[in-house]
């Protein structure tokens, strides 16, 4: 059984950190790309941040790049996305994907998704 399994969910204030992470079992953990998504009411689920099977590439949102950092520890199965500089706009349900592509098939070809972990930033 594949899980993907989100933690670090919480409320923060705006210009502070939050690392997020999820752990995955039951795959090969190295055949896959990851990435993280995030959500709000109404709107389209939106991609965050994605990194390679190697960990050798990585490809952020506009509206993160210089601020959040994903990264990925092969031998303990699990995807960080480290989150500086937080604004109240980032406030979403940020959701870990396993993928068997990268760049723009990323989305196309997501096997797996974990359950989401809520992330509120206060003014």
């Known amino acids: 059984q594949v899980q993907l399994i989100e933690s670090g969910m919480g409320e923060v204030q705006a210009g502070d950190s939050r690392r997020l992470s999820c752990a995955v079992s039951g795959l090969t953990f190295t055949s896959y790309a990851m990435g993280w998504f995030r959500q709000t009411l109404g709107k389209e689920r939106e991609l965050v941040a994605i990194?390679?099977?190697?960990?050798?590439?990585?490809e952020y949102a506009d509206s993160v790049k210089g601020r959040f950092t994903i990264s990925r520890d092969d031998i303990a199965g699990t995807v960080s996305l480290q989150m500086d500089s937080l604004r109240p706009e980032d406030t979403a349900i940020y959701y870990c994907?396993?993928?068997?592509?990268?760049?723009?098939?990323?989305?196309?070809?997501?096997?797996?998704w974990g359950s989401g972990a809520l992330v509120t930033v206060s003014s």
């Open positions: 990194i390679s099977n190697l960990g050798g590439r990585t």
């Open positions: 994907a396993a993928s068997v592509g990268f760049g723009s098939d990323f989305r196309r070809l997501i096997e797996y």
